[in-house]
């Protein structure tokens, strides 16, 4: 596993930084630039996500405050019918097969919050639920999933917008629900008819749909498809700073405490830590100042290996295997880095070489990442993820606002610029010899051509660290101690000088020789420029 980590994160970020090359050409000045720049896209901030309310039943949306504590599940349901006037099945014969029953604890509360979060939360204790004919149900995931549901979506407007149809029924697939299709072996089915894509699936996942499709008609920088506003103000306090001292203190006294000092909605999920014998109380020590709510939950669980989440309106302090069920799925607007398909695909391996390549499905991890259009980015990952990928896009951002855009075709290609590729060393020693007979034979000096303008030189880079999971450990030139990695990747730079046009046939030789022709296609998307910069 970490090899092959090693070896696609450097094939991917050797593409990254050839694309950033050509951008590099592009913006060189030049006196017969003479129309202006296409201005960046303004990228909004908001909406920040769609909220689950505008997509439930109305009744489930309603708000309300109650007190579930010390309550069971038959209680809970009574509440519902007698306070909430809503019609409730309890599939109890389903239940049971799962070991639920109506006196079994539902402890939980509502505060001020609709009341779908309430039911959602039960997904913790291992039920499930779903809306037919006005009723509502309470079952057992398993039963939940025979109750498929087909609903037409009219993408008219979609299409119209630039969308393909294709391209759509691949997001869906390939970010929502992502193991529950037919291509797959599951029961959820995509079908397109004319303008109407037709959908089988069970309600949950058809308004995740229905959050994509409202996502990509009207979304900004982040904007997550399926995410109550409650998460919004979780991750502002996640930021927030706070203060602990906690001497043996009880692991669900401390996480009560830290509840009350951060304003913060925070809960154990208790089943999950049952399973792997942690109990609530578990002594935690741990005595930090003014540090955020973050920081502080990383120290806390660190010794327990646990981690949080945010699902339901609340902050869960799970296990990492539970994490790793809970994936969101959220849209970039990303016009601004990429303006066609080839830039796009540029930036998407720009995005999986410089995050942990583990972590996606093209490397065997749980996230996706696609486009539903040139400029709008669909990415389905870990909260943490989320965050790490949107300081990406930003330093991308700083970047081509720092640069100097300028139309490339403006260029003249005939001009000698020099320019730098580092690379794998052995292939740099073949490439030494390969380039001048792949790219311009007759332009390079030799002994045969005296006049050609090319010249070619291959000198040596530091070599790159890297460990057993395969992340870049440390360059050997900073003196890192070479005990902390177990392989080392030697590196060269070739130093060419050449014509602008020939450089673009090499730099897309390189591409190929370093992935083959698929990801090299993808890889030289940059070369473009496009109307944005041509960062990618």
């Known amino acids: 596993m970490w090899h092959r980590s090693i070896v696609c994160a450097v094939s991917a970020a050797f593409l990254f930084f050839a694309t950033m090359a050509s951008a590099t050409w592009a913006q060189a000045p030049s006196e017969s630039t003479s ?37 069971s599940l038959g209680e809970l349901v009574n509440w519902l019918q007698d306070q909430q006037k809503l019609v409730v099945i309890l599939e109890k014969s389903a239940l049971a097969e799962i070991e639920v029953f109506p006196t079994d604890p539902v402890t939980d509360r509502l505060d001020n919050a609709p009341i779908y979060l309430l039911l959602d939360r039960l997904r913790f204790r291992g039920l499930a639920w779903y809306f037919r ?22 993408l ?35 079908r397109l008819l004319g303008d109407v894509l037709f959908v089988r699936q069970t309600d949950d996942v058809q308004r995740e749909i229905q959050g994509l499709f409202a996502a990509l008609r009207k979304h900004a920088r982040q904007t997550f498809i399926y995410d109550p506003p409650q998460h919004s103000a979780l991750r502002a306090k996640l930021a927030a700073s706070v203060s602990v001292d906690y001497l043996d203190t009880p692991l669900e006294d401390a996480v009560a405490k830290l509840a009350a000092a951060s304003d913060a909605d925070i809960r154990l999920d208790v089943p999950s830590l049952r399973e792997i014998r942690i109990r609530g109380r578990e002594p935690i020590t741990l005595k930090l100042a003014d540090r955020t709510l973050e920081t502080v939950l990383q120290a806390m669980f660190l010794e327990l290996n646990l981690t949080w989440l945010l699902q339901d309106g609340v902050l869960w302090i799970t296990t990492p295997e539970r994490g ?9 607007d990303v016009r601004d880095l990429c303006a066609d398909s080839a830039e796009s695909e540029a930036l998407q391996d720009a995005i999986t070489s410089q995050t942990d390549p583990d972590a996606w499905d093209e490397y065997g991890g749980p996230g996706a990442l696609q486009f539903a259009r040139p400029g709008t980015l669909v990415v389905s990952q870990h909260e943490s993820m989320h965050v790490e990928l949107i300081g990406l896009l930003e330093s991308y951002r700083t970047a081509l606002l720092s640069s100097k855009p300028r139309d490339r075709h403006a260029l003249d290609p005939n001009e000698v610029i020099t320019v730098y590729y580092r690379m794998h060393a052995a292939m740099a020693d073949d490439l030494v010899t390969v380039l001048p007979k792949l790219v311009q034979p007759d332009g390079w000096k030799s002994e045969s051509h005296p006049d050609g303008q090319g010249e070619i030189l291959r000198v040596a ?5 890297f460990n057993r999971e395969g992340q870049l450990a440390a360059s050997a030139a900073k003196g890192s101690p070479a005990g902390d990695a177990t392989v080392v990747v030697s590196r060269a ?44």
């Not at 790793?324 to 970039?332: I, N, P, Q, S």
């Open 133 to 154: 004919d006005d009723v509502l149900h309470i079952t057992s995931p398993e039963a939940a999933q025979q109750h498929p549901v087909t609903i037409p979506y009219n």
């Open 461 to 465: 880079s530091p070599p790159e660290l």
């Open 35 to 71: 129309e202006k720049p296409a201005a960046l896209p303004t990228i909004l901030d908001e909406p920040k996500f769609v909220d689950p309310a505008g997509l439930m039943p109305e009744k489930l949306a309603a708000v309300a405050t109650a007190d579930f504590s010390g309550k």
């Open 493 to 536: 730079v070739l130093v060419i000088r050449q014509t602008r046009a020939a450089h673009e046939k090499i730099a897309e030789v390189i591409g190929r020789v370093e992935s083959g022709d698929a990801a090299a296609m993808g890889g030289m998307g940059g070369m473009g420029g496009g109307g944005f910069g041509g960062m990618f």
């Open 156 to 190: 008219g407007d979609l299409l119209d917008a630039g969308y393909d149809a294709d391209d759509l029924q691949e997001v869906i697939r390939g970010t929502i629900a992502l193991n529950s299709w037919d291509e797959v072996g599951g029961e959820g089915a995509v």
């Open 324 to 332: 790793e069920d809970h994936l969101k799925t959220a849209v970039y």
